[in-house]
């Protein structure tokens, strides 16, 4: 099955900007979605689609995608964009689809 | 606005089976959605377990599928997960979440449930 490989950990100095990268066959053929997760909590949708934040996403989120990587901006980052963040995409083996997550990345502002 | 809601045991004894409810409220369990159970074991990341459309279709991780059973019941608007022969490898996190058929992203998780498997 497909995997979705991202950096374990990244830092960044607080009001910076950050990248996070996510790695994968699957991204070729379907758009990444990028989750973020506080300590004790349930994922929240930060990014879907080619460019799309939920409603009540801060406009310092944004993605990008190039071949069979997808990108998680934070432009500005503050001290509350301390989380783990994932990436996940559908994917398909044979007639099926199915999701796959990425490895997750712990981001931790400075 | 729509809520989900798991709910199960949170022991099960090693070679019996996991079984969880979640419950939709706030909207129809048959809009244009899929419905997903999707793990986390403790400090790991996110694992993918199946999902399932009002009509009964389902899709499945071929890792987890042979022990696999995702179940809707329309009347009760909730969907249900069930997992054979667990072992300590599937003490997790489980949430429910609904994904949007137009774009295919976890916009709505349930606030999960722990599940151990232990004797």
């Known amino acids: 099955s497909s995997e979705l490989t991202q950096d374990p950990a990244v830092s960044v100095a607080l009001g910076q900007t950050v990248r996070i990268t996510c790695q994968g066959d699957s991204l070729r053929s379907y758009y990444a979605s990028w989750y973020q997760q506080k300590p004790g909590q349930a994922p929240v949708l930060v990014i879907y689609g080619k460019n799309n934040r939920p409603s009540g996403i801060p406009d310092r989120f944004s993605g990008s995608s190039s071949g069979n990587t997808a990108s998680l901006t934070i432009t500005g980052a503050q001290a509350e964009d301390e989380a783990d963040y994932y990436c996940?995409?559908?994917?398909?083996?044979?007639?099926?689809?199915?999701?796959?997550f990425g490895t997750g990345t712990k981001v931790t502002v400075l | 606005q729509v809520q989900l809601q798991e709910s199960g045991p949170g022991l099960v004894k090693p070679s019996g089976t996991l079984s969880l409810t979640c419950a939709v409220s706030?909207?129809?369990?048959?809009?244009?959605?899929?419905w997903s159970w999707i793990r986390q074991p403790p400090g790991k990341g996110l694992e993918w377990i199946g999902e399932?459309?009002?009509?009964?279709?389902?899709n499945y991780n071929p890792s987890l599928k042979s022990r696999v059973t995702i179940s809707v019941d329309k009347s009760k608007n909730q969907f249900s997960l069930k997992l054979s022969s667990v072992t300590a490898a599937d003490t997790a996190v489980y949430y429910c979440?609904?994904?949007?058929?137009?774009?295919?992203?976890?916009?709505?998780w349930g606030q999960g449930t722990m599940v151990t498997v232990s004797s």
């Open positions: 399932i459309y009002h009509s009964g279709s389902t």
């Open positions: 979440a609904r994904s949007e058929a137009t774009h295919d992203a976890f916009d709505i």
């Open positions: 996940n995409s559908r994917d398909s083996s044979g007639n099926h689809l199915l999701y796959v």
């Open positions: 706030g909207g129809s369990i048959s809009s244009s959605n899929w």
